[in-house]
């Protein structure tokens, strides 16, 4: 069965002026604005939002509406957005086209979320290694400063938000909606204690909302075409469409906007398949830490509560595909070399665990390890991994899931390793 | 050669950033959250943060050194080492490991000369290598961020072209 | 008010507190490290892992400090699934730590070695090469880091943002690598940065004055009172060889709540000090001789009961230190204004630095005590400022000096001189003690029981936590005996608790306070005098 | 009375005999340690002199040059006496004892009550000793040694009653000569060898028993050696004694043993004879009775190598219970054997 | 409490008599006493030959480095039942990642009762009971044993802990210092 893309958010990215004001504007941008603006109260936002049942798309699969819920009723205290762009999943890079190629729909979204919750500041985070979408951004928003969409009384309505970049500086765990928090205040990017949760407490102890760049972006066209409309697309589950960033060995990898419950075999034939003519030997559906998946395990509808019964995570949906001549067990230590690099080094199960596994890989993957080994892996993981109760944030858990998936999975790779003392594939 | 006003002599912030620093400053509510982007100004401009600037950023914020040197440590971006001229960023995590990138950085740093994992610099000054954790170009696997311009679809072969393309640009 | 069940004990709370207080409450000890009572919530540590029964959670397990306690909730420290999270997380601190407790001060007061005596493997599972980080950094003169020893629980870190004030120190690097620092070319100057030392849980904050000197467990830890200031925060005296070893702060929610001063935790030199006194010295023929302590007292009785005889007691000075102790001050106020009739009585004032917490600018330990049980110049009476002035006039002709020397002021030193008779009790040979006709040797505030009074009124204990040296006597003793020979048919006055009762009925303030409630090895041992002016 | 026979013989017979029992105890110490060695498959003392003869000597020598410890605790008079009152009596002892026929210092009537007289007062050496010490073993060692001797003397005494009831006379020397001139079952017709079985120890089979065995408990040896039993009384009562004080007890002990075995001799062995060689002159019997007495020392260590000691209370019922019965039954006997052969 | 009833041999009258049996043991020591065979050694001419597992005098020991294994943890001043050995630690110099070892280490050799505990504490392998047994002096202060004296008792032992040496670089750190 062929699909088609269905491009909403990436509307229009093939276009070498995409990311200009005139084009958006031309493509009816800042329309939603002017209407929740001028036609809708703040809590008719935050209901309309909440009736679209936007997911989060950065990964936990939150519903924004509800999120925006908890700020606290009674509140002195200034609310803050930040939208979340320290895109640093591996795989995923969905978010920096919409920040490269679409900035004003972005922008768009972060004004009228803001105007929902009561925010007058809201801050983009994006990640330092991404100079390219923090220019976009800042010309995106001194252009929608000139026409008067953002900053002192947007569109004569008395209404004044001012939306700042700030840059990251290389680090994964900024991702976490905390770590960001710590990040923007001048701190190390270290996740924070929940509860408080940042909407009672974030930004500089204020309530602060956090979104992802995606999941923000949605916001114009709920607004504009309405929640119905919205609702439409997608599944019951996941309702709208989603970017998915396929890579790894296929023969186009790219960024490709499906409605949600597509199917992912779909996905990877969109993409042109598994490149070379050769075999395919593993899926990640959602980003590096989402459970891997074996080739009889691709026939899946690609929403959040299909993949979640397929035993992985939709995740940032970053496919990356694995063909055949990959080692898994090498690619189990780069995946841990990431995490174990990335880890802020705060709670002790993830700051040593994911070390520990790296080094035991390390050695499985030379052909030093022995058969315990492997078992050891395994449990060194299931022990890091905590599910909230052993770590502050989740990286701990996003380490633990590709260790945990690939053992099981590949089991027989990673005794070969250990028997015949070097990798079978011969890499 | 650099010009002096490239060096870092002690007085914070360097008048030639005053107003920059001013303007990050004003962007947020409390002086300490303009820390990153400030540092990644001050690297961008000495190619390292100078020992001798924490002192001065820490007063001009209104935090102390000991947090400021938290912070640069904790960032991978910020270096207290001197970089080259120009800086390689080579992507090495799973999408672009799969499509090569390690031949990539092997070519590469025969190439320069030098190795990435520690840190070294051309002795001319002009480039440093690093590895880095997802640059989020997957598509373009395996990639390369230098000086910000993005080289996607990298090989072993295609290198030296980068290469002279940046030794171009700085000129 | 929430009600929650640790253990099956129920426990009702104030709202907001978190379980492992609650469970604190109940006497349930939770393992912790990041965890302080005096600092705030860090929750990276993971070890204080509770089961939680209810509410169900997503995870059958989470950590306690940072779990704030709700109605119904029902929580199991020590079930299997606590122990087991507890167990994973033992044995990712151990992996890289050096285990070199042979080595380490720590050990014997190491938190690492009882939660993995309680929970942890036998064995390592660990046989990679393990993260080699700095060692023996110095982040002051008095404080060394060891960085492989460091589980970055940062209680330092906090400690130094939350309590002494200023964020001198930082977590540097990050991931396995991640370690403690301060900043290029600074030290710690707070001059409460010590603390550090004993608020880390493991060996990676070490007390460069106490390093290497003593396994702990040789120590006998004696519970006292800190007397280098005012503030009289509650102390360990931890000892060996009859020597103090090392000062520690005592947990005392009144007065110090954790902490202490560094000068006041070094203040122990002195003790230990070449010169102390160790014989009382009685002139003879114009040069101080030693003597029988005994002798000496009824020598020095004679010499103020002969003088108050034949010129009355007018012509008497009598100088008690604020040093001593409630007890102290108390006899000799009985001995010179009861027994003498001295009106020119006064104390040394002495005055420093002082700071908001807990550094007060009055140096002396019981200045409170002093001016409560009357040790001050009745009206028109010599004090100690009109003392050099007055001996000049030969209004003042003899004095007795009690733990007290005029070393700071050259004109009274010199009015010595012009004196009939000078008594003096001190526990080493002042310049005011080498013109006396009789020096008792007094003991310092290691070597005797008593109570002082601080700045705020909380009356707390000293113990004696070594021996005296030679012949010295607690002051108490010495000044029990004054009295027992000026009034031979009362009872002897020498027990600290004794002279503190017979206080009690006499200094109103004093009324109420049980001798034996003070006395604590931890928790709470001071006792608000009644009449305590703030 | 003359200076020759009254004084400078009786002079030269008590350095005589005083220092040859002096050296023979040096050896019988030795001869004990050498003993028990071979009894144990060792070597025992064999350094100083020819085959360690000397170590006793050396010994002796350390004692002297120990450092004497008083402790502080004693009753310093009677400490100091008691090693003095252990030996004397001893040594007094062998004042009737005969040597030869001409050889004795004393040769009283009554020699056998002497030798009883003085040799009980051994007892308060050991008795004073451990008093003295204030030390709890060391009483407890006196205590029981007071005990052990009253209890023993009187089996001692009632055994040699049938040899003197024989003998009728308490005069040592004419006991000795008496067990050689045939009165007993045979006459006087057969001489030399068969002399020796005019013994008393065949006359008198049951006194003799009854007398070593007592003996062994008059001299505080195993396996009645309870006053000093170093298990339970670590050395009783000279646990507190050292250098030359602790000699002297020692020294007292083994003449004891060597007064003890000279006192059987006499009585049961037919003192200085042997078969008729006692005619060759007074040294030979000097040495005949020297070699029954070593023959007597060697069994005497014999049997401390061999038994183990008894407990107090089957001292006491052995005492009481068997032997002053069975002494009594002896005297009965030879009262009614005599009668029978009106002897 | 469980116990057992011993049945009593009943004796005979001979028996109960004791002097057979008596007769019997004067029988075996002199057969012992007359026969020959001696186990005695001669020391000193003949070498004393110390049995395995011998608890002679406690000793320091170095290693084939010269190293001195003691770190001075006083875990063997601890344990000694008599308190024979006193250590007073010191800071060693340098960046030896052993930061502490004996300033001065005491055997009161007078006290030691050569129990082993001390070997046994020891989290070092660094104080072993030598095969010493002759050593004397003529003062009580000469019996208290400096380190030197142990070291030069103790020797060399090659095995065992080595707490300095560092595991050999796997070539697995990947972070170099960025400070």
């Not at chain 1, 042109?272 to 590096?288: E, N, S, T």
């Not at chain 4, 001299?219 to 050696?225: A, G, H, I, S, V």
């Not at chain 4, 078969?275 to 040495?287: D, M």
Request: aromatic share 8%.
């Amino acid at each position: 069965m062929s699909i088609t893309e269905r491009r909403i958010l990436l509307h229009g990215i093939d276009r070498e002026d995409s990311a200009a004001i005139d084009t958006y504007l031309a493509d009816g941008g800042y329309r939603a604005l002017e209407k929740a603006l001028k036609e809708m109260q703040p809590s008719e936002v935050v209901a309309e939002v909440a009736k679209a049942r936007i997911r989060g798309r950065g990964g936990a699969g939150f519903e924004a509406g509800r999120k925006w819920g908890f700020l606290p009723k009674q509140n002195e205290k200034p609310v803050y957005l930040t939208c979340n762009g320290d895109e640093s999943e591996p795989g995923t890079f969905k978010d920096r086209h919409i920040m490269e190629r679409r900035p004003h729909l972005l922008l768009e979204g972060c004004l009228i979320t803001c105007y929902a919750i009561g925010a007058r500041t809201g801050y983009i985070y994006v990640r330092g290694e991404f100079p390219h979408a923090q220019a976009a951004l800042e010309k995106a928003i001194e252009e929608a400063r000139e026409r008067g969409y953002l900053g002192g009384d947007i569109l004569g309505t008395g209404v004044s938000i001012d939306l700042f970049v700030h840059t990251g500086a290389g680090a994964y765990v900024c991702g976490e909606e905390t770590g960001m928090l710590s990040s923007i205040e001048g701190n190390r990017g270290n996740p924070r204690l929940k509860p408080p949760f940042p909407a009672v407490e974030g930004l500089f102890r204020c309530p602060t909302i956090v979104n992802n760049v995606e999941t923000l972006s949605n916001v114009p066209f709920v607004i504009r075409e309405g929640a119905e409309e919205f609702l439409k697309l997608g599944t019951e589950d996941t309702p709208g469409t989603r970017i998915f960033c396929v890579s790894g060995h296929v023969e186009r990898p790219g960024a490709y906007e499906f409605e949600c419950g597509v199917n992912l075999k779909d996905v990877i034939e969109y993409a042109g398949g598994v490149w070379k003519g050769r075999k395919l030997k593993a899926v990640i559906p959602g980003g590096l830490s989402a459970h891997v998946l074996l080739p009889d395990e691709i026939d899946v509808a690609c929403d959040f509560g299909s993949l979640a019964r397929a035993g992985t995570i939709m995740g940032s949906c970053g496919v990356m595909v694995l063909d055949e001549t990959v080692c898994m067990v090498r690619a189990l230590q780069n995946a841990l070399e990431f995490f174990s690099h990335e880890s802020c080094g705060q709670c002790t199960p993830c700051r040593e665990g994911t070390d520990w596994a790296r080094k035991v890989v390390t050695r499985i993957e030379a052909g030093k390890g022995t058969e315990a080994d492997v078992d050891k892996l395994y449990e060194i993981a299931d022990n890091y991994e905590g599910m909230g109760g052993k770590t502050i944030c989740a990286l701990a858990d996003a380490a633990a899931w590709p260790v945990k998936s690939y053992v099981t999975k590949f089991r027989e790779e990673f005794l070969m390793h250990v028997r015949q003392g070097r990798c079978p594939l011969g890499g | 050669m650099e010009t002096k006003m490239g060096e870092a002599n002690g007085a914070f912030p360097p008048e030639h950033l005053r107003e920059r620093f001013d303007a990050i400053v004003a962007r947020y509510p409390r002086r300490t959250a303009a820390l990153i982007p400030i540092l990644m100004a001050i690297q961008e401009e000495y190619r390292h943060i100078p020992r001798e600037h924490i002192e001065g950023l820490a007063e001009y914020l209104g935090c102390t050194p000991a947090h400021v040197l938290g912070v640069i440590t904790f960032y991978t971006m910020l270096s207290q080492r001197k970089r080259g001229r120009h800086h390689l960023y080579v992507c090495k995590t799973l999408s672009c490991h799969l499509r090569g990138a390690g031949e990539v950085l092997r070519a590469l740093e025969e190439k320069l000369g030098i190795r990435a994992d520690r840190g070294e610099v051309t002795p001319d000054g002009e480039f440093s290598l690093e590895t880095a954790e997802c640059l989020g170009l997957c598509e373009q696997a395996p990639c390369i961020l230098a000086d910000g311009i993005r080289f996607g679809d990298v090989t072993p072969e295609t290198v030296g072209r980068i290469i002279d393309e940046l030794k171009s640009r700085g000129a | 008010m929430p009600t929650l069940t640790i253990d099956g004990r129920e426990i009702t709370v104030e709202p907001g507190t978190t379980v492992i207080r609650a469970a604190e409450m109940l006497g349930i000890h939770i393992p912790r490290y990041c965890w302080h009572p005096g600092l705030s919530i860090a929750g990276n540590c993971r070890i204080c892992q509770v089961e939680v029964v209810k509410p169900k959670l997503r995870f059958p397990c989470t950590v306690s400090c940072n779990l704030v306690a709700s109605d119904g909730m029902e929580i199991l420290t020590d079930s299997e699934a606590a122990r087991k999270a507890r167990a994973d997380v033992m044995e990712f601190l151990l992996l890289n730590h050096p285990l070199d407790c042979p080595i380490c001060d720590q050990a014997g007061e190491c938190l690492l070695q009882e939660y993995s005596y309680a929970v942890g493997r036998d064995k390592s599972r660990f046989d990679e090469e393990k993260v080699h980080k700095s060692k023996r950094v110095r982040f002051s003169e008095e404080i060394v880091y060891d960085g492989e020893r460091c589980i970055l629980c940062t209680r330092c870190v906090r400690f130094m943002k939350e309590v002494a004030g200023e964020e001198q120190l930082a977590v540097v690097e990050r991931g396995d690598h991640a370690e403690i620092a301060v900043a290029y070319g600074r030290e710690l100057t707070s001059p409460y940065s010590m603390n550090i030392v004993d608020l880390c849980p493991v060996g990676a904050l070490t007390s460069a004055d106490f390093r290497f000197k003593s396994r702990v467990w040789f120590l006998t830890n004696v519970p006292s009172t800190c007397t280098s200031c005012a503030r009289g925060c509650s102390i360990t005296v931890g000892a060996r060889w009859e020597k103090i070893q090392r000062l520690t702060p005592r947990e005392n929610p009144d007065v110090n709540r954790w902490w202490m001063c560094d000068h006041g935790r070094l203040n122990w030199k002195y003790v230990h000090a070449p010169d102390r006194l160790g014989k009382a010295l009685v002139k003879d023929a114009g040069r101080l001789a030693p003597a029988d302590t005994d002798e000496a007292v009824r020598r020095a009785h004679q010499l103020v009961n002969r003088f108050v005889t034949k010129r009355g007691a007018d012509g008497l000075f009598g100088l008690v230190s604020a040093r001593l102790t409630n007890e102290e001050i108390f006899l000799a106020r009985e001995y010179l204004a009861g027994v003498a009739g001295v009106k020119n009585l006064d104390v040394r004032p002495r005055t420093g630095e002082g700071d908001d917490f807990l550094i007060t600018a009055d140096k002396n330990p019981n200045s409170l005590g002093a001016s409560l049980i009357g040790i001050a110049p009745e009206e028109g009476a010599v004090g100690l400022e009109g003392f050099a002035e007055a001996v000049k006039a030969g209004r003042i002709r003899g004095a007795v000096f009690f733990g007290e020397d005029v070393d700071h002021d050259p004109e009274a030193l010199a009015a010595l001189d012009s004196l009939e008779f000078l008594v003096v009790m001190d526990y080493h040979l002042t310049e005011t003690a080498r013109k006396a006709d009789v020096v008792l040797p007094g003991v310092t505030w290691a070597e005797k029981e008593g109570t002082i009074t601080n700045v705020d009124g909380w009356v707390s204990r000293l113990n004696r936590a070594i021996r005296p040296p030679g012949e010295a006597r607690p002051d108490l003793s010495l000044l029990g005996g004054l009295l027992a020979a000026a009034r031979p048919e009362e009872e002897g006055l020498d027990r600290p608790e004794a002279v503190f009762e017979a206080l009690g009925k006499a200094v109103p303030a004093f009324a109420g306070i049980r001798y034996a409630d003070l006395y604590s090895r931890s928790g709470r041992v001071a006792v608000k005098a009644a009449a305590a002016a703030d | 009375m003359t200076f020759w026979t009254d004084v400078f013989w009786p002079a030269i017979k008590i350095l005589i005999i005083l220092n040859a029992v002096l050296i023979l105890v040096a050896l019988l110490v030795w001869a004990e340690r050498r003993i028990s060695a071979f009894i144990q498959d060792r070597l025992g003392p064999n350094r100083v002199g020819p085959a360690g003869l000397l170590q006793s000597f050396a010994d002796l020598l350390k004692f002297i040059f120990k450092e004497d410890v008083t402790p502080g605790h004693v009753n310093k008079p009677y400490f100091v006496l008691a090693p003095a009152l252990a030996v004397m009596p001893a040594m007094i002892a062998l004042a009737v004892v005969p040597f030869a026929s001409t050889l004795i210092i004393a040769d009283v009537d009554i020699g056998i009550l002497f030798v009883f007289a003085i040799s009980s007062l051994g007892v308060y050496g050991i008795t004073i000793g451990g008093w003295a010490s204030n030390n709890k073993y060391s009483l407890l060692g006196g205590i029981r040694s007071s005990a052990q001797m009253i209890s023993y003397e009187i089996c001692l005494g009632l055994a040699v009653i049938g040899v003197f009831m024989l003998s009728r006379t308490l005069r040592l020397q004419t006991v000795v000569e008496m067990q050689g001139d045939g009165i007993w079952l045979f006459g006087n017709h057969y001489g030399g060898f068969a002399k020796i079985l005019d013994w008393n120890v065949f006359k008198q089979p049951l006194g003799f028993l009854i007398f070593m065995i007592a003996g062994f408990a008059e001299t505080n040896r195993l396996p009645f050696d309870l006053p000093e039993a170093e298990q339970e009384l670590v050395a009783g009562y000279h646990t507190e004694y050292s250098s030359m004080k602790f000699a002297l007890f020692f020294l007292g002990e083994y003449a004891a043993m060597f007064v003890m075995s000279a006192v059987a001799v006499t009585l049961f062995l037919g003192g200085w004879t042997l078969f008729g060689l006692e005619e060759l002159g007074w040294f030979v019997q000097l040495l005949i009775f020297l070699g029954k007495v070593l023959a007597l020392l060697f069994f005497f260590i014999w049997v401390r190598w061999t038994l183990p000691r008894f407990r107090y209370d089957q001292l006491m019922r052995l005492g009481w219970q068997v032997f002053l019965p069975l002494g009594l039954l002896n005297i009965v006997l030879t009262g009614v054997l005599k009668l029978i052969f009106k002897v | 409490m469980a116990y057992k009833t011993v049945e009593r041999p009943v004796l005979t009258t001979a028996e109960k008599l004791y002097l057979p049996a008596v007769m019997k043991g004067l029988g075996l020591t002199l057969k012992y006493f007359l026969k020959r065979k001696k186990f005695t050694r001669q020391y000193p001419e003949e070498p004393t030959v110390v049995p395995e597992g011998y608890r002679g005098l406690p000793s320091l020991v170095k290693d084939d480095e010269g190293r001195v294994k003691c770190v001075a943890c006083s875990m063997c001043e601890w344990v000694c039942p008599p308190e024979a050995i006193r250590v007073i630690p010191g800071e060693l110099p340098g960046d030896d990642p052993v930061e502490k070892g004996p300033k001065e280490f005491e055997l009161d050799t007078l006290r030691c009762i050569f129990c082993g505990l001390c070997e046994e504490a020891c989290p070092e392998e660094a104080i072993f009971l030598s095969e010493t047994f002759e050593y004397c002096g003529r003062s009580r202060e000469e019996m208290i044993f400096g380190k030197e004296k142990l070291l030069e008792i103790g020797g060399v032992r090659a095995e065992g802990v080595k707490k300095w040496k560092k595991e050999a670089d796997a070539g697995f750190s990947r972070k170099g210092p960025r400070r």
